[in-house]
């Protein structure tokens, strides 16, 4: 033993080792002169190192001489020793351990369980035994056998394939890959298909169906399964395709193509391993790698911005709506019966309907007014104020206490040119209001609209119907007292017994039959008086700051009439008159706060009632109107000018007469307060009236059991829907659409191709694949740190070994000519020289200290 370790120290010691008889070829492979014959290793080429060389040499010599020495016999008689490749741990020493020692570097020379385990490497190589010369050898192609002519020994290591590496179409592997392909795919489209067509929920997110906690939840969990399944489906792709070009194609694959599977996996890769990047993304694959890389850190957000449902607006559309109803427009009876009031018919036969009715009249006119006033307050203040009609404030109303609703002036006249042309100041208004039955209609479950409250009041809805919409005409002109005369009673009249009229005995203590002598005015072409629509007749010409209402007893009048006396005196008559117009529609808009109904009367209103019924007529009076605002001028005290009771309601509109051919700036007119006044009539007059211009029943104008009527109407309604808020977010598209292009993609490579290969490019197959193959200097310098650029780009095949059906792969770049020496000295940890040896006995104390 110690003869050995002092040949194996000589051999350590041999100035004159050189390698003149052999070279390398491209695989790293020892190739002898021409005068030695052609040996093969048993397996994998070992590490270089100056002890090896020195040791073939000195045998080399040895053998020719005498064909003894360091264990090698003559050419013809030698026996052939094989060194094997033990896996890591292993306790099995081969026949020869100083030639199996060889194979290892000097600082892991010894085994896990070795009793040398404690020795510096350089006192194990003094205690080998004499190496036995191993002799080169080559391989004339992939296939070839590394043993042609003799066979392995017992003792040595071979991998052989235990597994085919292509697993069957039915296998797991194969299957299980596919469904998630599938599964990705499908569900990739679903959600592009979602987020394009911006799915709308209707009431599946609502109170009565999903909450949107849960709803989304689901969403969120279903985006990072597809997330998931897209990464794993892409990998598997990664991985067939260069499995198979590193098995079936020359050209290999190179260590950055190794790469790419990370890119996908662990995105942050693609900064902290750049170098890959710079050389695995200039090709196909890579490029789209990097975009898949990309897409999948995006996927989720995606998904958030334009798949999970958000509360916002949907489109307008045009539908049917159903409201029910109950009478005729203007139905003065049904009205008082509908009248909220605690005395009842039984309490008060005659008088508990109008009492209520004129205490809602006098409650609904004078807040509405009030609302139209300050508003006009509020503009003077800014000095935002017109002569235009279309430009002063709007009427208002209230209706439920939480519904606004907003009139609009229709059928505007120029007071100038009326004036000249009557040659008296005369103002002409027309007043729209919107149709209240539309607030109940929408809130009737027949109409399946959202509410607020289904929401958990963060609803919201616009209803746009094309219904008629009732108006109010106040027609107000300057008068003389002298044309006064035959619409006042008094001594004229052949009935006057010298009997004054009072609060008490008008108009029922007094014949009215209007003289023949009396009938003419000069005021009729301009009030349209006539035979079936006869003039006024008051009681008596009022004091300053005074009115008196006429409205008459008889059914068939389509006006009533106000006189007023202003400040100096003059007079001032309006008449008032209301229908259905044809020519505008209503918009009900509704939130949990509250809601807002207005009027629309636009010429150019796609959706107003003339649009849906051509044929109706316009100007259509109603008659039964007149009994409702009758009532109304008489809960308003309009009528306290027959005993001059300086009211302050008139007081008030006769302050409001035009003085002037043109609107005062920072005054409404009395047309303009008076229609304001009586707003509330039309609202009282068209609630649970038809919403078409006629009354097409049969029979009387009070339904007993209320009946649908349709109309048409758009509806906008803001619910839970898919597509997003911003049009900002509109840019993840683009990742919805790659990520399901990229599974169709994925889906017919992974049906076509049916079976699996193993996938090399993971780590447990790539791990015991290099294990088992030659070393390569392609790699040399990088076995403890970064590789190259040179070394990104280097080619790489699997190779198989047909006949001992092994796996291995090794590079298909060009190997330098000349290996480099290596030799070692002793040396302690501390004192070594070389930048490798300091490093690896520094990690060597750190792993110590750490344990």
Not at 144 to 158: A, D, G, I
Request: with cysteine.
């Amino acid at each position: 033993m110690e003869h050995d370790s002092d040949q194996a120290d000589g051999l350590l010691r041999q100035p004159s080792s050189r390698l003149s008889d052999y070279s390398l070829n491209s695989n790293s492979t020892l190739v002898p002169s021409p005068s030695s014959p052609p040996l093969h290793r048993h397996d994998h080429l070992r590490a270089d190192s100056a002890v090896e060389e020195d040791a073939s040499d000195q045998g080399a010599d040895v053998s020719q001489q005498d064909g003894h020495g360091l264990g090698i016999s003559s050419l013809v008689e030698q026996k052939r020793v094989s060194i094997s490749r033990k896996p890591v741990g292993s306790k099995r020493r081969s026949a020869n351990s100083g030639t199996a020692d060889l194979l290892l570097s000097p600082m892991v020379a010894y085994r896990v369980g070795d009793d040398r385990a404690d020795q510096e490497p350089e006192e194990i190589f003094r205690t080998q035994s004499n190496p036995s010369l191993h002799q080169p050898f080559t391989a004339d192609s992939d296939c070839e056998p590394l043993h042609k002519s003799f066979p392995p020994s017992k003792s040595e290591f071979e991998c052989r394939l235990k597994k085919r590496p292509e697993s069957a179409r039915g296998s797991w592997l194969a299957v299980s890959v596919l469904v998630l392909s599938i599964y990705s795919t499908v569900f990739s489209g679903v959600w592009l298909v979602i987020a394009i067509t911006k799915l709308e929920y209707g009431r599946s997110i609502s109170r009565g169906g999903l909450a949107f906690v849960t709803a989304s939840t689901l969403y969120a969990a279903f985006a990072k399964s597809i997330e998931l399944s897209f990464v794993t489906v892409f990998v598997a792709f990664i991985g067939q395709v260069l499995s198979k070009r590193a098995l079936l194609q020359p050209r290999g694959v190179t260590m950055a193509e190794m790469t790419m599977r990370s890119w996908v996996m662990q995105p942050g890769t693609i900064i902290s391993r750049w170098e890959s990047v710079k050389y695995g993304a200039s090709t196909k694959l890579g490029i789209l790698a990097l975009l898949v890389a990309l897409m999948a850190m995006t996927y989720t957000t995606a998904s958030d911005a334009l798949v999970v449902p958000v509360l916002k607006f949907t489109k307008t559309e045009s539908q049917l709506m159903y409201g029910k109803v109950s009478t005729s427009f203007a139905n003065t009876y049904y009205i008082m019966d509908h009248c909220n009031t605690p005395i009842q018919k039984q309490m008060d036969p005659n008088n508990s309907g109008p009492t209520c009715i004129s205490i809602q009249h006098a409650g609904q006119a004078y807040h509405n007014y009030m609302q139209y006033l300050t508003t006009w307050v509020d503009n003077i203040s800014s000095g935002n104020t017109s002569n235009s009609m279309t430009q002063r404030p709007e009427p208002v109303g209230m209706l439920y206490d939480n519904t606004t609703l907003k009139g609009s002036w229709t059928n505007i006249q120029n007071i100038s040119l009326l004036s000249e042309q009557y040659q008296r100041i005369v103002n002409n208004v027309t007043m729209a209001m919107p149709h209240v039955g539309v607030v109940a209609a929408a809130l009737d479950p027949l109409n399946r609209i959202i509410q607020p409250s289904d929401l958990n009041g963060l609803g919201e809805y616009s209803v746009q119907a094309s219904v008629p919409s009732p108006v109010i005409n106040v027609l107000c002109a300057d008068i003389t007292s002298d044309e006064m005369v035959p619409m006042v009673y008094g001594p004229e009249w052949p009935s006057f017994n010298g009997t004054l009229p009072n609060a008490t005995n008008w108009p029922g203590g007094f014949d009215l039959t209007v003289p023949s002598s009396l009938i003419p005015t000069a005021v009729d072409d301009l009030f349209g008086f006539d035979e079936s629509q006869t003039h006024p007749i008051f009681p008596n010409l009022p004091q300053p700051y005074n009115t008196v209402f006429y409205a008459s007893g008889f059914w068939g009048q389509e006006s009533v009439y106000l006189l007023t006396t202003s400040a100096a005196g003059t007079y001032n008559m309006c008449s008032m008159r209301a229908a259905v117009s044809p020519s505008c529609s209503t918009g009900y808009n509704a939130s949990v706060s509250g809601g807002s109904l207005t009027s629309h009367c636009d010429p150019d209103n796609a959706v107003a009632y003339i649009r849906s019924e051509p044929n109706a007529p316009h100007g259509v009076w109603s008659k039964d109107w007149v009994d409702v605002i009758s009532e109304w001028g008489l809960s308003l005290s309009l009528n306290a000018g027959i005993v001059n009771s300086n009211s302050a309601n008139a007081r008030l509109l006769a302050q409001l007469i035009p003085t002037s051919r043109t609107l005062d700036l920072s005054l409404p007119s009395i047309s303009e307060a008076l229609a304001v006044l009586a707003g509330d009539t039309l609202v009282l007059s068209s609630q649970d009236s038809p919403f078409i211009h006629w009354w097409n029943y049969s029979g009387p104008t009070t339904l007993a059991i209320p009946q649908y009527q349709a109309f048409n109407a758009t509806l906008k309604t803001r619910e839970y829907m898919s597509g997003g808020q911003h049009a900002w977010q509109g840019m993840f598209y683009v990742v919805l659409v790659v990520v399901f292009v990229t599974n169709v993609l994925c889906l017919v490579y992974f049906a076509v191709s049916g079976s699996h290969l193993t996938d090399f490019m993971e780590p447990q197959n790539m791990f015991p694949l290099s294990l088992n193959s030659p070393p390569s200097e392609v790699v040399d310098g990088s076995c403890g740190g970064s590789l190259d650029k040179d070394q990104f780009r280097a080619s790489w095949r699997i190779m198989h070994d047909c006949e001992r059906e092994h796996l291995y792969i090794e590079s298909r770049n060009s190997m330098p000519k000349q290996a480099h020496k290596r030799s070692y000295s002793r040396q302690t940890d501390v004192e070594m020289k070389s930048p490798t040896g300091s490093m690896y006995s520094e990690l060597r104390r750190k792993r110590t200290s750490r344990l």
